[in-house]
């Protein structure tokens, strides 16, 4: 996967963007303000507890290729919140559990701000919860939200998954579709199969001290289809699984082992 260093340009000009991000962007983004390169240069500095000093050139160069490839970018996921990329005018670095970072994701599905680590991966630990990597890279997140988007008025059935600290939650893949390593992080899976659009998404959605929390859905163009979701969801885990009881797509409470039927515009 690239990193910031590979990409100079505006991400809905990069020629080598996936076609799929590419209609995903087209059709939902639009782009905001954002800081110019000089600005972020003559603004940059590290912040240590209530001093700053003058930051790294190595991440003032990352946050100025940051700002002109992602720098304004908005877009809703799913749900009434979007996401928003770039410096919002603040060209801060800071020390985080992981490395010098800065701020450049406003996270709408989360409320929350995503730190950005200096070989262009995301991270976050809100409260109590550890600072982990949640994004390989920001392009691998836009696959991620385009996939997502991509299946989500098809039918699902969503479960919940419990795994000890920092353990994947399938184990079989031979029970799934191909996968779909592009949209793949150390926090989200995705496995695809275009012919018989039947995708499964594996999100880690809570990381409290005594174990991972994921969240597995299971999509299908037809309700038939969806029916397979438990046949496969528990025979593609070892770990305790049971079926959620609220889904976070549709935002509504969920009978055990039932169907969610989406309708386009929901």
């Known amino acids: 996967m690239p990193t910031l260093?590979?990409?100079?340009?505006?991400?809905?000009?990069?020629?080598?963007?996936?076609?799929?991000?590419?209609?995903?962007?087209?059709?939902?983004?639009?782009?905001?303000?954002?800081?110019a390169a000089t600005d972020i240069r003559s603004m940059a500095v590290l912040r240590l507890d209530d001093r700053t000093e003058p930051a790294p050139s190595e991440l003032v160069e990352a946050m100025v290729r940051f700002e002109v490839r992602y720098g304004g970018l908005w877009y809703p996921a799913v749900g009434?919140?979007?996401?928003?990329?770039?410096?919002?005018?603040?060209?801060?670095?800071?020390?985080?559990?992981?490395?010098?970072?800065?701020?450049?994701?406003?996270?709408g599905a989360r409320t929350s701000g995503i730190d950005i680590l200096a070989d262009g991966q995301t991270a976050w630990g809100p409260g109590r919860w550890s600072y982990r990597v949640i994004d390989r890279s920001v392009d691998q997140r836009l696959e991620s939200h385009a996939l997502l988007v991509a299946v989500s008025d098809w039918c699902h059935r969503t479960f919940t998954c419990y795994t000890p600290r920092d353990v994947n939650p399938v184990v079989d893949e031979r029970r799934l579709p191909?996968?779909?390593?592009?949209?793949t992080s150390p926090t989200e899976f995705w496995w695809l199969d275009d012919d018989a659009d039947i995708a499964v998404q594996a999100r880690l959605s809570a990381w409290p001290p005594?174990?991972?929390?994921?969240?597995?859905?299971?999509?299908?163009?037809?309700?038939?289809?969806?029916?397979?979701?438990?046949?496969?969801?528990?025979g593609a885990t070892v770990h305790e699984t049971v079926p959620a009881l609220w889904c976070t797509l549709c935002s509504q409470l969920i009978e055990p082992g039932r169907t969610c039927h989406r309708k386009r515009g929901r």
């Open 80 to 107: 009434p919140n979007g996401m928003e990329y770039g410096l919002d005018g603040d060209a801060t670095v800071h020390r985080s559990p992981l490395g010098l970072a800065f701020t450049g994701i406003m996270d």
């Open 5 to 35: 260093v590979d990409f100079p340009v505006y991400v809905l000009d990069d020629a080598s963007l996936s076609g799929r991000v590419r209609a995903f962007l087209e059709q939902r983004s639009r782009r905001m303000p954002h800081m």
């Open 178 to 183: 191909q996968p779909v390593s592009e949209a």
């Open 210 to 234: 005594e174990r991972d929390e994921w969240t597995l859905r299971y999509f299908a163009r037809t309700p038939a289809q969806a029916a397979e979701a438990n046949p496969t969801v528990f």
